[in-house]
């Protein structure tokens, strides 16, 4: 790899690269080769006038300044490295467009201060180091299929973090010195955007907990998201974390862990309403089994005991739809003996692929094959993984909800 070092070699470009003051400023065309290191030693600066493409591997151990053209060609793998022995600060008037980034300084924090926006296609590894933008009005966007990587309570962002494209995601994003992420389901368009930020506060100072649904018990009093629909008509489903060890209440995951749920504040209503939520236990999450019925701010909540969902039926979310007799369709046990039921199932990007109603009756099963009028296309097999049901029935004067993962295993 051919090296460069900017502090001794200023002149790479004659007339383009300078040195100010213990500054590097483009003023014209700098083209980063791949194959090529450049270390930056001191701030650097590219000017209204400047043209920076980096296509080869950047390391930058000073400041950094966009108010030009800042971009990479995507046939190679560009590499930004924000790698500082001081605080560093990224300011500009225009968006600088990066590839592949490293976030890299443990010296203080936060570590990088975000003033201006930056915009990444590639990777974003958060090796170690907080990027802080809420107070200083800088903004990350992780473009269709970007990623992140490495992100903990030592190297995320505190603020927010814009997500285009139509990939699931899961924002890098904390507060103080915790990582508590939220994740979206799939959008439908290349075009649709969503913003998210974590606030490690009571939310009930601006949104009255004791405002809200009667099925909801308990509302997180530690910590909120917000999560906006920013481009695009898209819905998506919604995860949040819990961290019992640091932010989230602990009355909130007791047992049984059936009751915490996703909830919502909703401005019509002024009210928080109940979203549904699956569990993971292990990954310490619950997901709205639908998609969310509105956008704003979010939180953790717990139902009261007595809107739980009741016992009356067994569901078996094993269905390996191979012919033998065995699991070949989605068996609820009981759900007969409630007329009025309807069953619907989602895939991880919260695309329905089935819906009925007066389920098993009739053969009217799902049995790995979509179906129903909202679905991806109908009569097709469905591939094996995991999927999202949703089951509702009457039940002594009241609707029970029920929601979990199904499983459809080829073998």
Not at 220 to 232: F, K, P, Q, S
Request: proline share 4%.
């Amino acid at each position: 790899m051919k090296k460069i070092n900017l502090t001794y070699m200023f002149l790479l470009f004659s007339g383009v690269v300078l040195a100010q003051t213990g500054q590097t400023v483009n003023k014209g065309i700098l083209y980063v080769s791949p194959g090529t290191l450049v270390s930056v030693e001191s701030d650097f600066d590219n000017t209204d006038l400047g043209e920076y493409e980096n296509n080869g591997e950047v390391l930058l151990k000073g400041n950094f300044n966009n108010n030009g053209i800042t971009t990479f060609n995507p046939s190679y793998a560009g590499y930004t490295r924000f790698e500082g022995y001081t605080q560093q600060n990224i300011t500009g008037s225009i968006p600088a467009d990066f590839n592949n980034v490293l976030f890299y300084n443990s010296n203080q924090q936060p570590a990088f201060r975000l003033y201006g926006d930056i915009s990444i296609s590639g990777n974003a590894d958060f090796y170690n180091g907080i990027v802080q933008n809420d107070v200083f009005g800088g903004i990350i966007i992780f473009e269709n299929e970007a990623t992140h990587t490495n992100t903990s309570d030592d190297s995320f962002v505190d603020g927010h973090v814009i997500k285009t494209g139509y990939n699931n995601f899961t924002y890098p994003i904390g507060d103080g010195q915790y990582y508590r992420y939220a994740a979206i389901s799939a959008p439908e368009e290349i075009s649709d955007s969503f913003t998210a930020k974590y606030y490690m506060e009571d939310s009930n100072a601006l949104y009255p907990h004791e405002n809200r649904a009667q099925e909801i018990e308990l509302i997180d009093g530690r910590e909120y998201w917000t999560i906006e629909r920013t481009e695009g008509e898209a819905d998506v489903l919604v995860t949040l974390s819990w961290d019992e060890f640091t932010t989230t209440p602990s009355e909130l995951l007791v047992e049984p862990t059936e009751a915490i749920r996703v909830v919502r504040w909703d401005e019509d209503s002024q009210m928080w309403v109940d979203e549904g939520g699956i569990q993971d236990m292990f990954d310490r999450t619950v997901t709205t089994p639908v998609h969310v019925s509105g956008y704003g701010v979010f939180t953790l909540g717990r139902l009261r005991r007595g809107y739980l969902p009741t016992e009356d039926i067994i569901i078996y979310n094993g269905v390996t739809p191979d012919g033998d007799g065995q699991n070949d369709y989605f068996y609820i046990e009981g759900i007969t003996a409630h007329p009025g039921n309807t069953v619907q199932i989602f895939n991880r990007w919260g695309v329905m692929v089935f819906e009925t109603a007066e389920y098993d009756s009739h053969g009217n099963v799902f049995d790995g094959v979509s179906s129903g009028r909202a679905t991806v296309t109908q009569k097709d097999k469905l591939p094996a993984g995991t999927y999202f049901y949703v089951i509702q029935y009457p039940n002594q004067g009241r609707t029970v909800k029920k929601t979990g993962y199904l499983y459809i295993s080829t073998e």
